[in-house]
């Protein structure tokens, strides 16, 4: 079984940084993509960005490209999810995903594609 665990998340001031971390256990494949997702209290998941685990191709969502980075690397089986220049809008619930069969880059935006999920860490930005 594959599993997902995420930590890094807490208490930022805007402008801040914050670095998560996602470390899959279990049998993994160089066939995955890992993913991060959002979800603000009363707002749809969204996608926030996603590497290959093969060739660490990577794909950021719009309203995060140029403040957060996406890597793989540094301990075993971890992906890092690099935060800066937070803002309020920023606070939400962060989960990490592993899509075991990836597709198309259009269905890797869709947490429906996504077969594994961790439980999720709370990032709160300040004004």
């Known amino acids: 079984q594959v599993q997902p665990v995420e930590s890094g998340g807490g208490l930022v001031q805007a402008g801040g940084s914050l670095r998560l971390s996602c470390t899959i256990s279990?049998?993994?494949?160089?066939?995955?993509?890992v993913g991060w997702f959002r979800q603000a209290p009363g707002k749809a998941r969204e996608f926030v960005a996603a590497i290959s685990w093969s060739s660490s191709d990577s794909h950021l969502a719009d309203s995060v490209m140029r403040r957060f980075t996406i890597s793989k690397g540094g301990a075993k089986n971890t992906v890092y999810l690099q935060m800066n220049t937070l803002k309020p809008e920023d606070t939400s619930i962060y989960y990490c995903?592993?899509?075991?069969?990836?597709?198309?880059?259009?269905?890797?935006?869709?947490?429906?594609?996504?077969?594994?999920w961790g439980h999720g860490t709370q990032v709160t930005v300040s004004s």
């Open positions: 995903a592993v899509n075991s069969r990836p597709q198309t880059l259009a269905t890797l935006l869709q947490d429906w594609s996504y077969d594994y």
């Open positions: 279990g049998r993994t494949s160089s066939d995955f993509v």
